[in-house]
Each structure stands twice: as C-alpha cells, then as structure tokens.
Nanobody, 126 residues
Framework: VQLQASGGGLVQPGGSLRLSCVAS????????LAWFRQLPGKERDFVAA?????????????VRGRFTISKVVAPDSNSKDTVYLQMNGLKPEDTAIYYC???????????????WGQGTLVTVSS
C-alpha cells in the first residue's frame, strides 16, 4: 500500500494541526495504520496507531490526551481510506517530521510497519 501524508506546518505553542494520510488502497481488514515522528539524527518514535478494525488505539505517553488518531474507511472500492492525526495543545518538543505507516500487527515498533508515507514537517515555535 502507498501512503501520502499532508497537513504539516508552522504553529505556535498551544496551537493545533491535523495531519492526513491517504492510502492507495482499502486498508480495512488488512492494515494497522500508525503515525511516527522523527528528528534528524534521532530514532523514529511511535506516536499513535489504530487497528484495522478501528477498535483498538495506542498512544505514546507523551501525546496521550492531546493527540487523537482516527480512521475513515472508504465507502466503496473506488475510494481510499484515510487516517488522521489531530494534534492539540502542541508543544515545541512535538516538532518533528511526522510519518504515517501501514503494517500488520498493532504495535509501537516501527520495524513491524511495511509501508511508509513521505513525511510531513511539523514545527511548533513562537
């Protein structure tokens, strides 16, 4: 599956952004969808993940209560699934390149994800 992420930008501390990631095919019953983030020279960190049913969600402790992951399942075979990351109460330490990912198991381990979007930069600064 191919993924296309968008929605990053510059926002002041305390502000909000919504990231979007469109999948090239239907992911329902096939893929876990997740968001990770990474700073240059650092490891890729888990942010949030949603199971293929949408019924189970994981968050990193650092974003729980501020970020919300959600998934919109395509209504028909001609449409595409989309996963969102609503980010509220943004902090400077949330600054990173954000990547969406698709994989099999619902996990926080980036090595378990087989498809990655191109990344979108989020900068939180006054």
């Amino acid at each position: 599956v191919q993924l296309q992420a968008s929605g990053g930008g510059l926002v002041q501390p305390g502000g909000s952004l919504r990231l979007s990631c469109v999948a090239s095919e239907r992911t329902f019953m096939r893929y876990t969808l997740a968001w990770f983030r990474q700073l240059p020279g650092k490891e890729r960190d888990f942010v949030a993940a949603v199971s293929w049913t949408g019924g189970t969600i994981y968050y990193a402790d650092s974003v729980r209560g501020r970020f919300t992951i959600s998934k919109v399942v395509a209504p028909d075979s001609n449409s595409k699934d989309t996963v969102y990351l609503q980010m509220n109460g943004l902090k400077p330490e949330d600054t990173a390149i954000y990547y969406c990912a698709a994989g099999g198991p619902l996990t926080r381990d980036p090595a378990e994800y087989t498809s990655w979007g191109q990344g979108t930069l989020v900068t939180v600064s006054s």
